[in-house]
């Protein structure tokens, strides 16, 4: 005999061995055929996708049913142990179904399966056994039956929905709350977060005190339950985890959660608590997790955090906290989330939050924080950092350098100076990056590559930065929105350049001291990234650019450049005439060229051209019209047939006959801004115009030769805030009805020829 024959010997023993222990321990567990025929019918009668289903199908009748997915049996071969969730059931659950006949069921899980608003069945009241029930994310609607308060074992019990389209319709009305639970005094968890509860605060506090004294999981967020947190609570010491988000507390948050020895998460967020939070809670030394955020009228403020603090999670957004981020945060070595946005912080940021080596996620935007950045030194795992809209001053750190893993940051409008670090555009996880309204200042310098950068959001707008637009920017092609606006960045730009930006969304280079060329074959431009809004005023333009081939834009603004001749028509026609913001005011423009027809367009601001005629009759979706400082004259565009045939149908009779203010201008119902001041518009104001003030927030006609007397038409509910009239050659009296026009704040009639009048307001 070999030594190998010798080996395979002993492992074929030692196999034969380990197979009969096996064998031992799966007879003791093999199914009894009762309660394996009880699972097939339960198979037979629900739906599912087979396709989706990961349990349900892959039982096999040939095999052991104590060994098929999601089934365990006890010794004895009881099935005890039910797992059906997340396995894409869509219904066919009723009373008569075998599910409820297995009688030894200890844990039944149907969680994450749709029964689409079917009730729930009362069957699940024979389950006697049962110790762990897990219904939830299951899609029942309805009461839920009175026979849940037969299973007189149930530990844990799991109704919640958090899908919108289920929340509240689950009801606990009758049987309430108080019947529920009553004789289920051995629940430990009770979790029925969107389950319409509807109780006053001492009712559903009451009931869980009295009967569940040794509550560890209390789980109601979004219950339609009332406030105020009673104080017969302070009776559940033992509870580790509160889930109250989403109710109507109008109270305060009680301070004996704060005596809650094993409290691990205390969530209480948009509930409308008030008050003052006491500060003992944050030093529980067991807590993770707080989140009291959207509780608008609640205040307080940080207390000094104990040594070695516990807490990973905390979230404040949204509420009154004020006063400074004290130092001992460094305590919080845990740390990984926090959350403060829009509070009433104020202070430096402690210096000491740079030692928390397991923070991902910092916001404290909108607070008053001052000071300088933390260099983060330690926090290495930093994912996103939002500090908008403080007033931090310095630079930024070089410590971020090391910030690998930043995919967010976010610091908009702080007072934050000096040059921007190259290495902010090779951070390797970068995608956004938000710096507008700074003092930075300096140029950016070049990076030898950046087609490997992430970045997607670029915005520097709104500082001191100078010299050229980098090259690497339009090797970042990933970029969708790009923003260097409002800088003083000069040299030229061709906009071809932008052509290898194929996913360019959002382009703003306004007021720099740029000179944007538009130099290329009007094929090249069709080329260009498809915008959203593209944003160049002030960019020392001399000609149009082709948009032609633009299909999405929303927001065009090419004022304040040097284009010269017609407003080419095409653009009132890309993106299928859905342009609502339109700026082309203090160019050369002389006229629209004809035929042009408006369509979707809500800001249309044309002022301080050269542009003459009549006026546009401007688009029925107008909210803001300004066509000041040009030569429109009285007489209307010699082919107005045009304009009527146009989609904007106004009518001709009506046009006729006053001259200078087209009377279709009435017909555009939204507008609350027109300025037609600085032309050369004459006859009268029509009436219609006057009576629009139900809507016109401005109506500046100032500076024109309009004649006759100002109709005495306003309505009762005028909106007007500014008037002006002045510089005209208007007559007549101060028309009473403009006493109608409560909100006015300005007005101007003078230089005209009123007379004065007792009724001037
Ligand atoms: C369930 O399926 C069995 C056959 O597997 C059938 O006899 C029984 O009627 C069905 N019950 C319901 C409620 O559909
Ligand atoms: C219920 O099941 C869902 C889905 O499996 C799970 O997320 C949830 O934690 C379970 N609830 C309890 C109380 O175990
Ligand atoms: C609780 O159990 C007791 C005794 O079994 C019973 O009399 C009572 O009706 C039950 N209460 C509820 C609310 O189910
Ligand atoms: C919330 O509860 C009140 C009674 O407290 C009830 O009138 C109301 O319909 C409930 N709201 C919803 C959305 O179910
Ligand atoms: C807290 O938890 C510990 C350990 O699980 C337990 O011994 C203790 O009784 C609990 N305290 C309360 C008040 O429930
Ligand atoms: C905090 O933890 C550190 C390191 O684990 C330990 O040296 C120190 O004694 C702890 N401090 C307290 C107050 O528990
Ligand atoms: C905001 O914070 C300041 C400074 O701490 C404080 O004076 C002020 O009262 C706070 N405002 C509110 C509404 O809490
Ligand atoms: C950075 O993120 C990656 C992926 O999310 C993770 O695997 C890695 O541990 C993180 N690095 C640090 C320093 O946290
Ligand atoms: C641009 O538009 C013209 C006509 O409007 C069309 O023929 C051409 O294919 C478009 N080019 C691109 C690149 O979309
Ligand atoms: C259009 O641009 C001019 C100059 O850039 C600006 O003053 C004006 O407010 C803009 N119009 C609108 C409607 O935003
Ligand atoms: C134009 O007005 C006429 C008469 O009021 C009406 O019949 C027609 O439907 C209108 N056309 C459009 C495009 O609104
Ligand atoms: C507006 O003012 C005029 C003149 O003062 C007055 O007659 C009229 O009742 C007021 N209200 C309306 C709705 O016109």
């Given at each position: 005999?070999?030594?190998?024959?010798?080996?395979?010997?002993?492992?074929?023993?030692?196999?034969?061995?380990?197979?009969?222990?096996?064998?031992?321990?799966?007879?003791?567990?093999?199914?009894?055929?009762?309660?394996?025929?009880?699972?097939?019918?339960?198979?037979?009668?629900?739906?599912?996708?087979?396709?989706?289903?990961?349990?349900?199908?892959?039982?096999?009748?040939?095999?052991?049913?104590?060994?098929?997915?999601?089934?365990?049996?006890?010794?004895?071969?009881?099935?005890?142990?039910?797992?059906?969730?997340?396995?894409?059931?869509?219904?066919?659950?009723?009373?008569?179904?075998?599910?409820?006949?297995?009688?030894?069921?200890?844990?039944?899980?149907?969680?994450?399966?749709?029964?689409?608003s079917?009730?729930?069945?009362?069957?699940?009241?024979?389950?006697?056994?049962?110790?762990?029930?897990?219904?939830s994310e299951t899609g029942f609607a309805g009461?839920i039956?009175?026979?849940?308060?037969?299973?007189?074992?149930?530990?844990?019990?799991?109704l919640s929905t958090f899908s919108p389209g289920y929340i509240l319709s689950l009801k606990l009305?009758?049987?309430?709350?108080?019947?529920?639970?009553?004789?289920?005094?051995?629940?430990?968890?009770?979790r029925l977060d969107g389950v319409d509860i509807a109780?006053?605060?001492?009712?559903?506090?009451?009931?869980?005190?009295?009967?569940?004294?040794?509550?560890?999981?209390?789980s109601l967020s979004y219950c339609n339950i009332?406030?105020?947190?009673?104080?017969?609570?302070?009776?559940?010491?033992?509870?580790?985890?509160?889930k109250l988000d989403g109710n109507i507390?109008?109270?305060?948050?009680?301070?004996?959660?704060?005596?809650?020895?094993?409290?691990?998460?205390?969530?209480?967020?948009s509930c409308?608590?008030?008050?003052?939070?006491?500060?003992?809670?944050?030093?529980?030394?067991?807590?993770?997790?707080?989140?009291?955020?959207?509780?608008?009228?609640?205040?307080?403020?940080?207390?000094?955090?104990?040594?070695?603090?516990?807490?990973?999670?905390?979230?404040?957004?949204?509420?009154?906290?004020?006063?400074?981020?004290?130092?001992?945060?460094?305590?919080?070595?845990?740390?990984?989330?926090?959350?403060?946005?829009?509070?009433?912080?104020?202070?430096?940021?402690?210096?000491?939050?740079?030692?928390?080596?397991?923070?991902?996620?910092?916001?404290?935007?909108?607070?008053?924080?001052?000071?300088?950045?933390?260099?983060?030194?330690?926090?290495?795992?930093?994912?996103?950092?939002?500090?908008?809209?403080?007033?931090?001053?310095?630079?930024?750190?070089?410590?971020?350098?090391?910030?690998?893993?930043?995919?967010?940051?976010?610091?908009?409008?702080?007072?934050?100076?000096?040059?921007?670090?190259?290495?902010?555009?090779?951070?390797?996880?970068?995608?956004?990056?938000?710096?507008?309204?700074?003092?930075?200042?300096?140029?950016?310098?070049?990076?030898?590559?950046?087609?490997?950068?992430?970045?997607?959001?670029?915005?520097?707008?709104?500082?001191?930065?100078?010299?050229?637009?980098?090259?690497?920017?339009?090797?970042?092609?990933?970029?969708?929105?790009?923003?260097?606006?409002?800088?003083?960045?000069?040299?030229?730009?061709?906009?071809?350049?932008?052509?290898?930006?194929?996913?360019?969304?959002?382009?703003?280079?306004?007021?720099?001291?740029?000179?944007?060329?538009?130099?290329?074959?009007?094929?090249?431009?069709?080329?260009?990234?498809?915008?959203?809004?593209?944003?160049?005023?002030?960019?020392?333009?001399?000609?149009?650019?082709?948009?032609?081939?633009?299909?999405?834009?929303?927001?065009?603004?090419?004022?304040?450049?040097?284009?010269?001749?017609?407003?080419?028509?095409?653009?009132?026609?890309?993106?299928?005439?859905?342009?609502?913001?339109?700026?082309?005011?203090?160019?050369?423009?002389?006229?629209?060229?004809?035929?042009?027809?408006?369509?979707?367009?809500?800001?249309?601001?044309?002022?301080?051209?050269?542009?003459?005629?009549?006026?546009?009759?401007?688009?029925?979706?107008?909210?803001?019209?300004?066509?000041?400082?040009?030569?429109?004259?009285?007489?209307?565009?010699?082919?107005?047939?045009?304009?009527?045939?146009?989609?904007?149908?106004?009518?001709?009779?009506?046009?006729?006959?006053?001259?200078?203010?087209?009377?279709?201008?009435?017909?555009?119902?939204?507008?609350?801004?027109?300025?037609?001041?600085?032309?050369?518009?004459?006859?009268?104001?029509?009436?219609?115009?006057?009576?629009?003030?139900?809507?016109?927030?401005?109506?500046?006609?100032?500076?024109?030769?309009?004649?006759?007397?100002?109709?005495?038409?306003?309505?009762?509910?005028?909106?007007?805030?500014?008037?002006?009239?002045?510089?005209?050659?208007?007559?007549?009296?101060?028309?009473?009805?403009?006493?109608?026009?409560?909100?006015?704040?300005?007005?101007?009639?003078?230089?005209?020829?009123?007379?004065?009048?007792?009724?001037?307001?």
């Amino acid at each position: 005999m070999t030594s190998q024959m010798h080996f395979r010997l002993l492992l074929v023993l030692l196999l034969s061995d380990l197979y009969s222990i096996i064998d031992v321990k799966l007879a003791s567990a093999r199914c009894l055929s009762e309660e394996m025929d009880l699972l097939l019918q339960l198979r037979n009668n629900l739906t599912y996708d087979a396709s989706l289903s990961t349990k349900l199908v892959s039982w096999d009748e040939q095999s052991d049913c104590c060994s098929w997915r999601g089934v365990r049996c006890d010794d004895a071969g009881h099935v005890i142990d039910l797992d059906l969730s997340s396995d894409s059931i869509s219904g066919n659950l009723d009373d008569s179904s075998s599910l409820f006949r297995l009688q030894f069921l200890r844990r039944l899980n149907l969680a994450g399966n749709s029964f689409d608003s079917t009730q729930l069945p009362t069957g699940f009241g024979m389950l006697k056994e049962l110790v762990y029930l897990n219904l939830s994310e299951t899609g029942f609607a309805g009461q839920i039956p009175s026979e849940f308060s037969r299973i007189s074992r149930l530990v844990t019990l799991d109704l919640s929905t958090f899908s919108p389209g289920y929340i509240l319709s689950l009801k606990l009305e009758s049987p309430n709350l108080n019947m529920l639970i009553h004789n289920l005094t051995r629940l430990r968890d009770l979790r029925l977060d969107g389950v319409d509860i509807a109780a006053a605060g001492d009712d559903w506090c009451h009931a869980l005190s009295s009967a569940l004294p040794d509550l560890r999981v209390l789980s109601l967020s979004y219950c339609n339950i009332s406030g105020p947190l009673d104080s017969s609570l302070a009776k559940l010491q033992s509870l580790s985890v509160i889930k109250l988000d989403g109710n109507i507390f109008s109270s305060p948050l009680p301070d004996f959660f704060a005596e809650f020895a094993n409290l691990t998460a205390l969530s209480a967020g948009s509930c409308g608590l008030t008050g003052e939070a006491p500060q003992r809670i944050f030093q529980l030394p067991t807590l993770r997790t707080i989140d009291l955020s959207n509780n608008r009228e609640l205040g307080g403020s940080l207390p000094e955090f104990p040594e070695n603090g516990s807490l990973e999670t905390l979230e404040l957004s949204y509420t009154y906290f004020s006063g400074n981020l004290p130092d001992s945060i460094g305590n919080l070595k845990m740390l990984s989330s926090l959350r403060l946005f829009g509070c009433n912080f104020s202070g430096p940021i402690a210096s000491s939050i740079s030692s928390l080596s397991q923070l991902i996620a910092i916001d404290l935007s909108v607070n008053h924080l001052t000071g300088s950045l933390p260099s983060f030194s330690l926090s290495r795992k930093l994912s996103s950092i939002g500090l908008r809209d403080n007033k931090l001053i310095g630079k930024i750190p070089l410590e971020w350098k090391g910030l690998k893993n930043l995919t967010f940051l976010d610091l908009s409008d702080n007072s934050l100076s000096g040059e921007l670090p190259a290495f902010l555009f090779s951070l390797p996880s970068l995608e956004t990056l938000t710096l507008p309204n700074n003092r930075f200042s300096g140029q950016i310098s070049e990076l030898e590559s950046a087609s490997l950068s992430p970045l997607e959001q670029l915005d520097l707008s709104g500082n001191n930065l100078e010299g050229p637009i980098p090259k690497f920017v339009f090797k970042i092609t990933g970029l969708s929105t790009l923003s260097l606006a409002s800088n003083k960045f000069t040299g030229t730009v061709e906009l071809v350049e932008f052509i290898e930006l194929k996913n360019l969304f959002s382009l703003h280079l306004s007021y720099n001291k740029l000179s944007v060329g538009t130099s290329g074959s009007d094929s090249d431009f069709s080329l260009l990234p498809q915008f959203n809004s593209f944003m160049l005023a002030s960019c020392k333009l001399q000609k149009f650019p082709f948009l032609k081939n633009q299909s999405r834009l929303n927001m065009l603004d090419l004022s304040e450049n040097q284009i010269t001749g017609e407003i080419p028509n095409w653009i009132w026609e890309v993106h299928d005439g859905y342009l609502p913001y339109v700026n082309l005011s203090h160019n050369h423009f002389t006229g629209l060229q004809e035929p042009y027809h408006f369509h979707t367009h809500q800001y249309l601001d044309l002022h301080s051209n050269l542009l003459i005629g009549g006026i546009p009759l401007p688009p029925r979706s107008a909210v803001y019209v300004d066509f000041s400082s040009n030569k429109f004259t009285s007489s209307l565009p010699a082919d107005i047939g045009n304009h009527l045939s146009s989609a904007m149908n106004f009518s001709i009779a009506n046009n006729s006959i006053v001259g200078g203010i087209p009377l279709s201008l009435c017909n555009a119902s939204l507008l609350e801004v027109l300025d037609l001041s600085g032309n050369s518009l004459s006859s009268s104001i029509p009436s219609c115009l006057i009576e629009k003030s139900r809507s016109l927030v401005v109506l500046d006609l100032h500076g024109n030769k309009l004649s006759g007397n100002i109709p005495d038409t306003f309505p009762g509910d005028c909106k007007l805030e500014t008037l002006d009239l002045s510089f005209n050659q208007l007559e007549g009296k101060v028309p009473e009805s403009l006493v109608n026009c409560t909100k006015l704040t300005v007005l101007n009639l003078g230089h005209n020829r009123i007379g004065s009048s007792p009724s001037t307001p």
